[in-house]
């Protein structure tokens, strides 16, 4: 199965990139929930001094998909931006290390202020 979160740490440099092209890598809780684990990840080590962020496909981030947003046992928008969204953009605001986001194409909602 692919993962939403693609990973690898190459001459120092930590890749991650959204990897859910056929939504425009939109996020959903797992999607969401792994690049927080993946920053982490990034944080803690030694050999990473830079974290390179980027798409799959033609686009960088579509924001949340809707799917998760309407559905009627879902978490609900609220819930999604403090357990999701907010975490996010928390840890790259503390990263320790400089984060470059590489912006392929279409950066909407939480993909726009992840870019930023």
């Known amino acids: 199965m692919m993962s ?4 690898h740490i190459e001459n120092g440099i930590a890749f991650i990139t959204l990897n859910r092209p ?3 890598n939109s996020f959903n809780r797992e999607m969401a ?3 927080q684990s993946k920053l982490d990840e990034a944080a803690s080590l030694h050999e990473v001094r830079a974290v390179y962020l980027t798409g799959a496909g033609k686009g960088f981030c579509a924001g949340q998909d809707l799917a998760e947003v309407v559905d009627p046992n879902g978490p609900g928008m609220q819930r999604i931006l403090s357990e999701h969204y907010n975490p996010i953009i928390t840890r790259l605001r503390n990263m320790p290390k400089p984060v470059i986001a590489a912006v392929n194409g279409v950066a909407a909602g939480a993909g726009a202020n992840i870019a930023l």
């Open 33 to 35: 929930l792994l690049l």
């Open 22 to 24: 056929d939504k425009l």
């Open 4 to 7: 939403s979160i693609e990973f």
